[in-house]
């Protein structure tokens, strides 16, 4: 069991996030060192998040996964968490996903997203998660009601995953992986707020419909 003080790093996948960034990093909690995973931005967030003192790393591979497997490879703690840069979570609640692990109650532990306004998650993204959440449980016989973006787990262990999604599918694939390795998977509320900016994914019904649609891949790839 680790004691509270050991350091965490918490990998953030970055895609023009320049409005999010400086809130979200002088949120970050003692004990927690954020890595952001810049896949491409525009926008300055790169040169924003090292000003704020986080380490970059570039991702020049376009993709979801690919910007959270760059950010897990740059990690040195044993214990990592995984957040969107987007301000949808506030960091000062990332010891709700990383104290079960942490005390070893739980090998993976996500945030169910419990929204703080009805912009924080509209309905099409939520229904897509519902969707997902259930043939998760169904094929996988995960109880999780969530795909919950905030989380936290092992370095090591999610490298031994050997997870090779790069797009959305990545975090459907991380609980298929861990499931079928036995792990002991977990998940609490979570404040979810609406987000700095304009989403690429759950604030669009096409953004929407690719990432249900990468993460119906992942599914299929498991059941045949």
Same mark, same amino acid.
């Given at each position: 069991?680790?004691t509270?003080?050991?350091?965490?790093?918490?990998?953030?996948?970055?895609?023009?996030?320049?409005?999010?960034?400086?809130?979200?990093?002088?949120?970050?909690?003692?004990?927690?060192?954020?890595?952001?995973?810049?896949?491409?931005?525009?926008? &300055?967030?790169a @040169?924003? *998040?090292?000003?704020?003192?986080?380490?970059?790393? +570039?991702?020049?591979? =376009?993709? !979801? /996964?690919?910007?959270?497997?760059?950010?897990?490879?740059?990690?040195?703690?044993?214990?990592?968490?995984?957040?969107?840069?987007?301000?949808?979570?506030?960091?000062?609640?990332?010891?709700?996903?990383?104290?079960?692990?942490?005390?070893?109650t739980?090998?993976?532990?996500?945030?169910?997203?419990?929204?703080?306004?009805?912009?924080?998650?509209?309905?099409?993204?939520?229904?897509?998660?519902?969707?997902?959440?259930?043939?998760?449980?169904?094929?996988?016989?995960?109880?999780?009601?969530?795909? &919950?973006?905030? @989380?936290? *787990?092992?370095?090591?262990?999610?490298?031994?995953? +050997?997870?090779?999604? =790069?797009? !959305? /599918?990545?975090?459907?694939?991380?609980?298929?992986?861990?499931?079928?390795?036995?792990?002991?998977?977990?998940?609490?509320?979570?404040?979810?707020?609406?987000?700095?900016?304009?989403?690429?994914?759950?604030?669009?019904?096409?953004?929407?419909?690719?990432?249900?649609?990468?993460m119906?891949?992942?599914?299929?790839?498991?059941?045949?």
């Amino acid at each position: 069991m680790e004691t509270a003080t050991q350091p965490i790093d918490v990998v953030l996948p970055c895609l023009n996030e320049a409005g999010a960034l400086p809130w979200l990093l002088t949120r970050m909690p003692a004990g927690y060192r954020p890595i952001v995973a810049d896949n491409g931005s525009t926008d &300055g967030s790169a @040169r924003i *998040a090292a000003g704020h003192g986080a380490t970059v790393v +570039d991702v020049p591979q =376009r993709g !979801f /996964g690919a910007a959270c497997h760059a950010g897990l490879l740059a990690a040195t703690s044993d214990l990592v968490c995984v957040m969107d840069a987007d301000g949808s979570f506030d960091p000062q609640d990332l010891e709700i996903v990383s104290s079960p692990v942490r005390n070893g109650t739980v090998d993976l532990m996500l945030g169910r997203r419990a929204p703080q306004a009805l912009s924080a998650w509209p309905a099409h993204a939520r229904l897509g998660n519902i969707v997902l959440s259930a043939e998760l449980r169904r094929r996988a016989g995960v109880r999780l009601h969530d795909l &919950g973006p905030m @989380r936290a *787990a092992r370095r090591q262990d999610l490298l031994a995953l +050997d997870l090779t999604d =790069r797009r !959305f /599918g990545y975090p459907l694939e991380m609980v298929m992986r861990a499931a079928a390795a036995g792990w002991r998977i977990g998940e609490a509320p979570v404040p979810y707020y609406p987000r700095t900016g304009k989403s690429k994914v759950t604030g669009t019904v096409g953004g929407t419909v690719k990432a249900v649609r990468d993460m119906r891949r992942v599914l299929a790839a498991y059941a045949a």
